[in-house]
């Protein structure tokens, strides 16, 4: 019994543990992935102010995992593109 009860105990504090991390984990955002860095880096791949691809930005970029996967790309070329067909995606499937 006192062999279960220890099992119990250990199994409620890994899963405490994994509940806890994953909190952590949605609530913190990874350096440089704030809306204000990423739209530098908008602006630093050629969207201007005004263009289909800096408003594109502005409406995805409030969601931090869009903002994650804008950072995954290396180059200025390779932002520029990703936020040309983010546009196109978009556009594509409108509703209405």
Known sequence: MQDQMSKLVELNKQTTTSCEFMVLA???ETPDSSIK???QLVKACGAIAGSKDHFIATQV??????REMFLTSDTPEERFQWLSMKYEWMTMN???
């Open 94 to 96: 409108k509703k209405g």
């Open 61 to 66: 970029f409030t969601k931090n995992s869009e």
């Open 37 to 39: 860095d990423v739209m």
């Open 26 to 28: 949605r609530t913190q």
